[in-house]
Each structure stands twice: as structure tokens, then as C-alpha cells.
């Protein structure tokens, strides 16, 4: 059974433009819309999509996880562990303290956090191109200029004359009025922007967190390995003085002394791997955290538990969309691309803007600010989309085709989190019975060791079942130790893999518009503290399961676009009689609707 997500569709947007025709005296300036937008109404709009976006992972999204051992559970009853913060999943406080400094120094995640502040101001910027930009602005010139000398019974004119002028002017710039809610677009575009940003940054947080987790526990299981590798040196040097010994004496071949300094050397490279893994551990773990490790805070060898759980509750996969930042931003990504139809939409209307000034202007700079000298300009304009060539189409089905991109990028964002969470529960699904086999074979050799050892002293078997019990054994030790350390990385990464360590708890502030465009006064969002959270709770607002008879008419209600090629010639290019290429024309039809066009009302 597949699952279906709805998602808001951030390209409905209302035209506002006749509820603003409707009210109050009619003006020139609504005059000359009504104009613009009859001159434009030949000019096929797309028709605004209202219907959410439908996505389709095509997964059992609601259905428990397929595979999982005696440590996980997948129910709707158990909360995904994801939902608890880190500080509160993990035990360890050596781990603890390595993860926050990891949170205060790593430079990937200070950039992470850095690109929050950006794209809020970012937002800023769009938002304030809501209000009008004035600018001041003085001038002054000298000018001189000649003209012919003529003479008059009154005296002479012309000749070389120098003149002054002094000006200071304060100027509204081509400020635009929103009527097809490009800007109030551009806004919503902006800050879906930047919650994908801080989803980015929970992104990151989460996978160093489980850097950090999994180097920790590389660590402490290095540490064990070359306490376990030295101990078998000093087993295997004592194994090696026997077996030289009888061999001097007479009493065993070359072979077991042979082989026992063989196995002495795989010890020693096994001490030596150890080491390197040590250091390459530690080195990782400077690296994440962005300070040298604290001797206070390595690990002891072989840890054997970091976190506050024996069972570890996956929930179910549609909590991934809640708790996945990469999830989340892919849904945010395809947000703004929404948004961003709504911009190429409305740039089939026409595009209205103001600009005016006042100032004063004189030849002297003593008579500057005198009442003659004073002046002002006030003027609309109005640009209007006749013909680009299908530029305006061509954008606009650019920007289609990106939020089908989007679309794709989300819904393979769930599939590949489903896919990880269902890997880490194949793993575990049977490291439980490995590690108890593990620890059967380790008994196993214990016993063949010890009975060999008796053999061998009592003159009834030779050295080398000695020297292959230990052998035996010591590979088994070194096995165990992988298990267990595979069992840890397991955790972390079933926490990680589920979206867990984002601190979801921890509130983000979520701009909001502060600013009004003129053409909007009224029809917008109300400025009041409970207004301006619901605004931001629902820009921030997930995808949510749909049922199925909801997708299947949102799937009824689509009008598919249609294409029809007419070819005007046929092309053989080898001139063997067949057909290589047609040249013709490829004509496409999408739902569309006219431009608005209201009556004027005389002033």
C-alpha cells in the first residue's frame, strides 16, 4: 500500500485587484489600469492552481517497519526515539560533553547557523520592498555660455553670461503596487527559504552529533582492541619461551617454536592496528568537536552502553516526516517553488508603480528655499505585456517544471529516509544473535584451550593444539569486540537515521511580515501577536498523510496540459526513402484564464 502526502500549494495566491476597483472614487490611476488591463486581455493567462500538491512516495508509510530484532519495536503506540533530545538519549556524559563542544566549535555547523542569519535577512529584504524607497538628493552646477553681442540704444546684450543653480530634491522611486501579489510571492518564496535553511542546519546538526557518537565509540573499542592485543603479546612471548625451550631441549621439532614466534608477530601487528586506529579516532574526534580531545573526556575501553535505552522504539515511517530535517527541507524547497509560479504568474499582469518628488530649485543659493523655487512631480506607470515572444510562457513553464523537479527531489527524500531507517533494522535485526554465538564460540575455544594446555602438559598431545586453541580464541575475542562495537554504531545510527538530535524542542524565530504594500491595505495580515503565529505555524506547517479518497480527486480534478504536433515537412536525410526527422509545429494547450478586465466608473 502506497501513501499519498499533501502539502500546501504555495502558488494560491488571490487576485485582490477588483475588491480594489470596487471600493472608494475611481481616479485616473484606475483608469489607466482598467486601459492596461484591456490592452493586456488578449493575453492568455495560466490559470492559478488552488489544489494542493499531491506527492507519492509509493510506500507502506503507515504500516509498522518489516524487519527489526528483540531491541526494536515498531508500533503506533511507542514513540520514534527520535523525538526525545540528545541530551536525553545518550547516558554517556563524557559523550555528552564531546557533543557540545562539537555544537560550539564545529565550523560546519557555525556555518549552518550562519546561513540562518542570511536568509533571515534575506527575508528582510523582500519584505521591505513593500515600502517605498526616498531618496534626497542636492545638486549644484556653474554653467557659462556665449551668445552675440548686440548693441541697443538701451546698452548691449549678450556677450559671455555665468549662471548658478542650486536644487535639493527628495524622490519616490518607481515604487510598485502588489496587485497580482508578486511581491507578497517573492515574500512567501523567501521565508520558505528560510526554513529550509534551518533544516539544512538540523541537518548538520544531527549527522555530527552522530559523527561524534560513533568516533567516541570507535575509540573506546580501539582502546579495548590494544588492551586485548597486548595482552595476547605477553601471553604469546611466554607461549614462544616454551616452545624455544623444548626445542633446545630436544623434545618438540622447530615447528612449534616456529609457529609460536608467527603468532607472536600477528599479535604485535595487532597491537600496532590498534594504535593506528586510536590515533585515526582521535584525530576524527578533534575534527568534529574543533578543539584537541580532553584527556577527561576519552572513553573508557569497550563501553559497553552511551545511551538510556534496551529497547529502541522506531515508531512508524510516517513519523520520518516530522522528524527528518532533510525530509522537511525538501518539503520547504517545494514550497518555494510554488511560490516562485506565483511570481512567473504574475508577471502576465501588468506591472503598476509610482513615482513622485519635491523639491526646491533656484539660481541662488540665498533664494533657494523661497516659495517660487519650490516644485513637485507625481506620476504613475504602467507597463504592459503585449508581446516577448512567449518569453512570459516560457518562464512560466520553467518555473513549472522546477516544482516537478522539487516534487520528485521530496518524495525521494522519504524514500531514501526509509530506505536508511529499514538498513540500520536489518542490521540489528540480527546482531543480537550474532553477538550470543559470538559468546558461545568464545566458551567454545576457552574450553579447547584449556583442555589443550592439560594435554600438552601431561605429555599426552604436542604444542600446536596449544597454539591453535589460542589462535582460535583470540580471534574470537577480537570478533566479539567488533560485534559489540557494531552494536553501538547501530544505535547511533537508528537515532540518526530516524531524525533524532535536532533538538525540535528548541524554538525557532520564523520571520513574519512587518511591512504592507499600498495596493494590499486591507486585505493582508493583521499585525497582532496571535495573527502573526498562525502565519508562521503555517508557513512552517508539514506535509500530512492524505486519505485516499482526497488524492484520488485531487488526481480527477487535474487537467493535464495537451500537446499537438502538426508536421509541415518530412525530412530524409540519407535519401533512402525513410523518414529521419519532421519539422512542423508543436501546439500545447494548459488551462488557462483571461486577464481581468473591470469596468471604469467616470469621475
Excluded at 527575508?123 to 524607497?133: E, F, W
Excluded at 518564496?189 to 539544512?200: G, K, P
Excluded at 518530412?570 to 526513402?577: E, G, K, R, Y
Aim: hydrophobic share 40%.
Amino acid at each position: 500500500m502506497s501513501s499519498l502526502f499533501l502539502t500546501s500549494n504555495s502558488a494560491v495566491k488571490a487576485i485582490r485587484f477588483k475588491n480594489l476597483l470596487a471600493t472608494g472614487k475611481s481616479s485616473r490611476l484606475l483608469g489607466l489600469s482598467v486601459l492596461a488591463l484591456s490592452m493586456a486581455a488578449c493575453n492568455t493567462i495560466p490559470k492559478a492552481d488552488t489544489r494542493p500538491v499531491l506527492a507519492e512516495p509509493n510506500l507502506p508509510i503507515e504500516q509498522a517497519y518489516g524487519a527489526f530484532g528483540a531491541e526494536t519495536i515498531s508500533t503506533s503506540e511507542q514513540p520514534s526515539i527520535a523525538g526525545q533530545r540528545w541530551q536525553d538519549f545518550y547516558s554517556d556524559e563524557r559523550l555528552k560533553g564531546l557533543i557540545a563542544l562539537g555544537l560550539a566549535n564545529n565550523k560546519d555547523f557555525e556555518s549552518a547557523r550562519l546561513a540562518i542569519e542570511k536568509a533571515r535577512a534575506q527575508y528582510r529584504i523582500t519584505d521591505i520592498n513593500d515600502l517605498p524607497t526616498i531618496n534626497g538628493q542636492a545638486d549644484y552646477s556653474r554653467q557659462s555660455q556665449s551668445s552675440p553681442r548686440v548693441d541697443t540704444p538701451f546698452g548691449s546684450t549678450g556677450g559671455r553670461q555665468t549662471t548658478d543653480s542650486y536644487s535639493v530634491n527628495l524622490g519616490l522611486a518607481s515604487y510598485e503596487l502588489d496587485f497580482w501579489g508578486r511581491i507578497d510571492s517573492l515574500k512567501d518564496q523567501a521565508l520558505q527559504r528560510f526554513l529550509s535553511t534551518t533544516a539544512a542546519k538540523d541537518s548538520i546538526q544531527i549527522s555530527l552529533i552522530s559523527n561524534i557518537a560513533q568516533s567516541y565509540a570507535n575509540l573506546s573499542y580501539s582502546l579495548a582492541q590494544l588492551k586485548l592485543a597486548e595482552a595476547t603479546v605477553e601471553s604469546r612471548e611466554r607461549s614462544l619461551f616454551i616452545a624455544d625451550k623444548r626445542f633446545e631441549a630436544g623434545i618438540d621439532p622447530k615447528l612449534p617454536s616456529l609457529q609460536s614466534a608467527a603468532a607472536l608477530e600477528n599479535a604485535k601487528l595487532a597491537v600496532l592496528r590498534a594504535q593506528s586506529s586510536i590515533l585515526t579516532s582521535r584525530n576524527a574526534l578533534q575534527f568534529l568537536i574543533g578543539s584537541p580531545v580532553p584527556t577527561e573526556l576519552i572513553p573508557a575501553p569497550a563501553v559497553s552502553n552511551i545511551t538510556n535505552h534496551d529497547v529502541f522504539s522506531a515508531g512508524l515511517p510516517s513519523e520520518l516526516l516530522r522528524y527528518r530535517p532533510d525530509v522537511l527541507q525538501a518539503e520547504y524547497d517545494l514550497k518555494a517553488a510554488g511560490a516562485n509560479i506565483a511570481v512567473a504568474r504574475a508577471a502576465y499582469f501588468p506591472t503598476i508603480s509610482l513615482a513622485s518628488s519635491v523639491g526646491v530649485r533656484s539660481d541662488g543659493l540665498s533664494d533657494l528655499f523661497d516659495s517660487d523655487a519650490f516644485g513637485w512631480s507625481f506620476g504613475p506607470n504602467i507597463s504592459v505585456p503585449i508581446f516577448d515572444a512567449g518569453r512570459l510562457d516560457a518562464n512560466y513553464d520553467v518555473a513549472k517544471v522546477e516544482r516537478e523537479q522539487t516534487l520528485a527531489s521530496y518524495e525521494r527524500s522519504i524514500q531514501t529516509a526509509f530506505r536508511e531507517v529499514s538498513d540500520v533494522l536489518a542490521t540489528r535485526a540480527t546482531l543480537g544473535e550474532q553477538l550470543a554465538a559470538q559468546y558461545r564460540l568464545q566458551d567454545n575455544f576457552d574450553q579447547t584451550y584449556e583442555i589443550a594446555d592439560a594435554r600438552f602438559k601431561a605429555g599426552i598431545s604436542n604444542y600446536l593444539d596449544v597454539l591453535d586453541a589460542q589462535r582460535s580464541l583470540f580471534s574470537t575475542q577480537q570478533g566479539i569486540l567488533d560485534l559489540e562495537l557494531q552494536k553501538l554504531i547501530s544505535q547511533i545510527e537508528l537515532y540518526q537515521a530516524l531524525g533524532g538530535g535536532a533538538n525540535l524542542d528548541t524554538p525557532v524565530a520564523i520571520p513574519v511580515p512587518q511591512y504592507t504594500n499600498l495596493a494590499q491595505i486591507g486585505t493582508v495580515l493583521t499585525k497582532d501577536a496571535e495573527s502573526q503565529a498562525a502565519y508562521a505555524i503555517d508557513a512552517a506547517s508539514s506535509a500530512r498523510v492524505a486519505t485516499v479518497p482526497e488524492a484520488v480527486a485531487i488526481k480527477q480534478a487535474q487537467t493535464p496540459a495537451t500537446a499537438e504536433f502538426e508536421p509541415t515537412a518530412i525530412v530524409d536525410i540519407d535519401n533512402d526513402n525513410d523518414t529521419d526527422a519532421a519539422v512542423g509545429v508543436l501546439i500545447q494547450e494548459t488551462p488557462v484564464e483571461q486577464a481581468p478586465v473591470t469596468e471604469t466608473i467616470e469621475p
